[in-house]
């Protein structure tokens, strides 16, 4: 299994980074019914306002190749979609567990 874990700094206001974080949430926790190989799906939005990340994933697929599968899935690129304006940094781990 593969531990596919992401996380997102987003430009904006307050309440603007708040309200695309929601967005992004609630489309990347409707995948796992869309998507085969997504095993699960864990998304958090940063409440610790000492930090500067936003929003982190924790995805489960399979295999290595899963996670290029889940990537380019056509409901995963309509998630993402809703963060592209506003996504100022992204930081990924993908490890093997």
């Known amino acids: 299994m593969v531990k596919h874990i992401v996380t997102f ?19 990347l926790m409707a995948l796992p019914a869309q998507i085969d190989v997504l095993k699960s799906m864990e998304v958090g939005i940063n409440s ?31 998630a ?5 304006n506003v996504k100022d940094s992204r930081a990924c781990v993908d490890y093997e567990f």
């Open 9 to 27: 700094k987003l430009k904006g206001s307050d309440e603007e980074r708040m309200q695309a974080a929601k967005d992004f949430k609630d489309a």
């Open 80 to 84: 993402a979609a809703i963060i592209s």
């Open 48 to 78: 610790n306002p000492a930090e500067s990340w936003d929003l982190v994933l924790t995805a489960v697929v399979p295999t290595m190749a899963d996670v290029d599968v889940y990537a380019r899935h056509p409901a995963h690129v309509a």
